[in-house]
């Protein structure tokens, strides 16, 4: 089973090159959708958040205040540190389940990792072959602010708080430009899928050289 990571930064297409390989058989497993559901009411990770940070990080209902939550680490490193160490070996956890499902249900599936977070916490894993989405940081910002609604200040802030282009594009196996029309992107996606297990055999001969 090939374990494939897609990364990129925040309003790379990420998620548009995640359903392309979706429509061409890969397995997503979604990072972010991984880290809810670990959140979830009664859960151990919920119980801790709200042991570290307040009661007041849920809600009526029980369920976490994602916003309250942001807003209360965003841009404090050691909040952030401490959420991550509640947060991280649980989303680790599952996401290995998840993998060993998907290897269990058909031994010759492509695993993709949908994990933004991939340079931070995430980059010493075995991964088979590391794609990342990559557009400049001032067309991120641009569709941050034309697409999400985003204020220029806060699209700078989110771009800021994640690995630089720099750090994603050096630990890249492939990297897929989506700076262009969305027919390019998916054309790159396609020739990616073709030829998987070249770019997979590439990898591992550069890492045994």
């Keep these: 089973m090939p374990l494939v990571a897609l990364t990129g930064g925040i309003a790379s297409g990420k998620s548009t090159i995640a359903r392309r390989l979706a429509e061409h058989g890969a397995v997503i497993v979604d990072a972010d959708q991984l880290v809810r559901d670990?959140?979830?009411?009664g859960s151990r990770v919920l119980a801790a958040i709200a042991?570290?940070?307040?009661?007041?990080?849920?809600?009526?209902d029980g369920s976490l205040d994602r916003a309250a939550l942001g807003?209360?680490?965003?841009?404090?490193?050691?909040?952030?540190?401490?959420?991550?160490a509640i947060v991280?070996?649980?989303?680790?956890?599952?996401?290995?389940?998840?993998?060993?499902?998907?290897?269990?249900?058909?031994?010759?599936?492509?695993?993709?990792?949908?994990?933004?977070?991939?340079?931070?916490?995430?980059?010493?894993?075995?991964?088979?072959l590391v794609i990342v989405a990559h557009a400049p940081a001032d067309v991120r910002r641009r569709r941050l602010v034309e697409l999400r609604g985003m204020s220029g200040s806060d699209a700078d802030a989110r771009i800021a708080s994640q690995a630089s282009d720099e750090d994603r594009l050096a630990v890249a196996d492939v990297v897929i430009d989506t700076d262009g029309a969305l027919e390019d992107?998916?054309?790159?996606?396609?020739?990616?899928?073709?030829r998987l297990n070249e770019h997979?055999?590439?990898?591992?001969?550069?890492?045994?050289?």
């Design 38 to 41: 670990v959140q979830q009411p």
């Design 51 to 60: 042991a570290e940070f307040g009661e007041r990080m849920l809600r009526t």
């Design 71 to 84: 807003a209360r680490v965003f841009g404090d490193e050691a909040a952030v540190a401490q959420l991550n």
């Design 88 to 128: 991280h070996p649980a989303v680790r956890a599952e996401s290995a389940r998840r993998f060993a499902e998907a290897l269990a249900d058909d031994p010759a599936t492509v695993v993709v990792y949908d994990v933004p977070l991939l340079v931070e916490a995430r980059v010493g894993d075995p991964w088979e």
């Design 185 to 194: 992107t998916l054309r790159q996606v396609d020739e990616v899928w073709q």
């Design 200 to 209: 997979i055999a590439a990898r591992a001969a550069a890492s045994e050289a």
